[in-house]
């Protein structure tokens, strides 16, 4: 077996390793300082960094609205089918954020008599999207991460993109075209030609010239990444990223080049990505090792998915489908197909289903969809952190903030206010009996003690 081959292990040779937590081994000690420097220097510190890191060092951040919309009208003009694609993505991912947001609604409950309590749901002001643009500029991170922020009814959004050398005019600003024509396209109020950690730093803390937000999201490399996990608490992020990860559960009624085809488009992204197969069916496991090989060497030497897979990859042959959805429980990965046909065994595997950032059910569910055009955000949980939360959307633009009023909800003049009156009484004992007196005297007073 080629030493870039995907190794195939039985269920009881998985090590404990495999289900670690995997983050991108990096030194990223630089970051504290970036920061740092940005939050005291504000724009001088990003004209800083930018010339010891990136392209291009703009004389100033912001991209004209016209610059936008101009490389919307190029992209419309000179390539319509991928324009076409984008409008489509986009739609998709506004109708499926709309639905998000109506599902935060408001309420107002009497819970006893007197005492009524409620929630609103409220957009936060301004937020904050960052999108790498290296070897790869993921333009489609665009849509993923400023549409669910318009659907929750953010005020402001506004967009950070590292700069790139403007075609026409030195020292204005610019970024990747596709780039700046999906801001447009996506209605982004502010565009921002800054990059990595500084871009970051700016959106957290504010500059002269960037505006300080309230949430930051988006995809980006080890330095981006450490950044967004040192400003939370200044401001809301939505997941600290480590590799990339998908796991396949099928039996054998699964296309094995699917299943490949898919395996290999999570491994393309990085050395460090892992794509996984678990099975029943020795026979599909085969095959689909023997289509893998057969991809990979068609590959340059070098290639990240012939890492990725030696390195990372595997094929599981599990005693049972019970077993396999254990381990896709246990590892939490960050996308989950379930490549069986209709019938009780892939209802049974979806219902047991509890740990991943997003599935995808049955054999035309292929993750390429959710990467980038059926309204599912690509923004994902890894590294086991599907154990505990989900993927970007409306509800990390969202703050549910609750309410307290007393008197009863109608317009009767002299409510029953026994549930008031208990609820005080309750809160005075326990007050005392944590020592806080003066906790007890506000609950005291009100029942006229």
């Known amino acids: 077996m080629p030493s870039d081959a ?12 495999f289900y670690s937590v995997r983050r991108l081994a990096a030194d990223v000690a630089a970051v504290p300082g970036i920061l740092e420097s940005v939050r005291a ?3 001088a510190a990003i004209r800083s960094f930018a010339a010891k890191f990136d392209r291009a060092n703009p004389a100033s951040f912001e991209i004209p609205r016209a610059e936008l919309f101009g490389a919307e009208k190029k ?10 694609s984008l409008l489509l993505s986009r739609d998709l991912a506004l109708k499926f954020a709309s639905r998000q947001r109506s599902s935060f609604d408001d309420f107002e ?8 309590t409620g929630q609103r749901t409220i957009p936060v002001e301004r937020a904050g999207v960052y999108v790498p643009a290296g070897r790869f500029p993921l333009f489609s ?6 549409v669910p922020a318009k659907a929750a009814g953010v005020g402001e959004v506004i967009l950070c993109t590292p700069p790139a050398p403007h075609p026409g005019r030195d020292g204005a600003p610019y970024a990747d075209e596709r780039i700046m024509a999906v801001a447009s396209i996506c209605g982004i109020d502010r565009v921002f030609a800054v990059g990595g950690a500084q871009a970051i730093a700016a959106m957290a803390y504010g500059t002269e010239s960037i505006p300080r937000v309230n949430v930051i999201v988006g995809p980006g490399n080890k330095f981006v990444a450490a950044a967004k996990k040192l400003v939370y608490g200044d401001v809301g992020i939505d997941l600290v990223a480590g590799p990339t990860e998908v796991m396949v559960i099928a ?5 094995p080049s699917w299943v490949a085809a898919d395996l290999l488009a999570q491994a393309e992204h990085d050395a460090d990505a892992q794509a996984i197969l678990v099975t029943v069916d020795r026979a599909l496991a085969l095959a689909v090792r023997e289509e893998v090989s057969a991809l990979v060497s068609r590959l340059p030497e ?3 998915a012939r890492t990725s897979f030696a390195r990372n990859g595997a094929i599981i042959i599990a005693k049972s489908f019970s077993e396999a959805v254990a381990i896709a429980n246990r590892k939490a990965p960050e996308h989950l197909e379930l490549a069986l046909e209709r019938g009780p065994e892939r209802d049974a595997l979806e219902s047991e289903a509890r740990n991943y950032g997003s599935l995808f059910v049955g054999h035309r569910s292929a993750e390429v969809l959710g990467d980038y055009a059926a309204g599912l955000n690509h923004t994902l949980p890894t590294s086991g952190s599907a154990l505990f939360t989900g993927g970007l959307s409306v509800r990390h633009f969202l703050k549910t903030v609750t309410t307290l009023r007393v008197g009863g909800k109608g317009s009767d003049s002299s409510p029953d206010l026994s549930g008031w009156k208990a609820s005080l009484e309750a809160a005075e004992n326990l007050a005392n009996a944590e020592g806080l007196s003066g906790h007890a005297l506000a609950a005291a007073r009100r029942l006229g003690r």
């Open 6 to 17: 995907i190794a195939i292990i039985e269920s009881a040779d998985i090590p404990e390793s």
């Open 41 to 43: 220097e504000g724009d």
């Open 75 to 84: 992209l419309e003009s000179e390539n319509p089918s991928l324009y076409r």
């Open 109 to 116: 409950v009497e819970l006893s008599p007197g005492l009524v």
């Open 141 to 146: 991170s665009v849509i993923m991460g400023s």
């Open 251 to 255: 039996d054998g009624s699964a296309s």
């Open 302 to 304: 070098g290639a990240a």
